[in-house]
C-alpha cells in the first residue's frame, strides 16, 4: 500500500472511530474531578468549545525526550507526532484522545512508520495505549464577560498508567507515567497552538548499560498544531 492510501486508511479509521463512539472514543460531559477543573469551571460555567462535537486533529513537527532531564543519558528526536480527539457538543469537560503516534514519518516504500532516533545513535520506537484525555482549562482570570479568545488557557492532557512505552536499538525500556495517571498542562494559545515543556515526567528504565535505569523523571517538548483551530466561547 502507498503512502497516501495507507495514511488515508488509518484517518479514515480514526474518524470513523471518533464518530461512532466505539472504544477508541468516549466523552465524559461536565467538569472533571480534580480540583484544577473544578476552579476553571467555577470561573466560567457556560463555555463551550468551538467548534463542538468535531474531529480534532493535532500535529507536531520535532519532539523530544529526555531521560534524565538533566543532563540527559538519552535524548529520543522525533519528526513526527499526532493526536486525534473529538470536542464535546457542549461543556469543557475531557475528552479521550487515540493515543498520540510518534515516529519519523511514513517510510516511502513500506507505508510503514519509521522509527524517531536517539542521542546515542539508537532508533527508538513509542508504543501508546490505554485512555488518555484532553480538557480545555479556562484562564483562572476569565469571568463571563471575558472577552475571547484570551491569553491564559491551558490544555490538560491525562496519560493512563503505562501510557507509553519507548524501546530502543540499546534495549533500554523506558515506561511513561509506571505507576500511576499522570496530567500534563500546557500554554494554549486560544487559536490552534498546544505547548508542552515539563521536566518532571514520571518514567521507569530498563536494560543493560547505558539505559539509564536509576532515571525516574523524563522532560518532554512539542508544540501541537490543531486543525481545525479550537476555542471557547461563552
Known amino acids: 500500500m502507498d503512502r497516501n492510501r495507507k495514511a488515508s486508511a488509518f484517518a479514515a479509521a480514526a474518524v470513523t472511530a471518533l464518530a461512532l463512539g466505539t472504544g477508541w472514543f468516549h466523552a465524559t460531559h461536565g467538569t472533571a474531578g480534580t480540583a484544577a477543573h473544578q476552579t476553571r469551571a467555577a470561573t466560567d460555567t457556560d463555555d463551550k468549545l468551538r467548534p463542538a462535537n468535531y474531529i480534532l486533529i493535532g500535529t507536531a513537527g520535532t519532539t523530544t525526550f529526555s531521560v534524565p532531564p538533566s543532563p540527559p543519558v538519552i535524548t529520543v528526536t522525533c519528526t513526527a507526532s499526532e493526536a486525534t ?4 457538543p457542549s461543556g469543557l469537560g475531557a475528552s479521550q484522545v487515540l493515543p498520540p503516534m ?3 514519518g511514513l517510510n516511502s516504500s513500506t507505508g510503514q512508520p519509521n522509527p524517531c532516533t536517539d542521542s546515542t545513535g539508537g532508533k527508538d520506537t513509542t508504543v501508546t495505549k490505554g485512555i488518555w484525555t484532553i480538557t480545555f482549562l479556562d484562564s ?3 469571568t463571563e464577560t471575558s472577552a475571547e479568545p484570551n491569553t491564559g488557557d491551558q490544555l490538560e492532557i491525562t496519560i493512563p498508567k503505562g501510557g507509553a512505552v519507548v524501546t530502543n536499538s540499546l534495549h533500554c525500556v523506558i515506561t511513561v507515567a509506571p505507576t500511576a495517571a499522570f496530567q500534563v498542562i500546557g500554554a494554549y494559545d486560544d487559536v490552534n497552538k498546544f505547548t508542552v515543556s515539563l521536566s ?5 528504565v530498563a536494560g543493560p548499560s547505558p539505559c539509564p535505569t536509576a532515571a525516574t523523571t523524563s522532560s518532554f517538548n512539542g508544540v501541537y498544531t490543531f486543525s481545525p483551530s479550537m476555542r471557547d466561547i461563552s
Not at 480527539?85 to 464535546?88: F, M, N
Open 85 to 88: 480527539s473529538k470536542t464535546l
Open 102 to 104: 510518534f515516529n519519523n
Open 140 to 142: 483562572p482570570t476569565e
Open 200 to 204: 518532571n515526567l514520571p518514567v521507569s
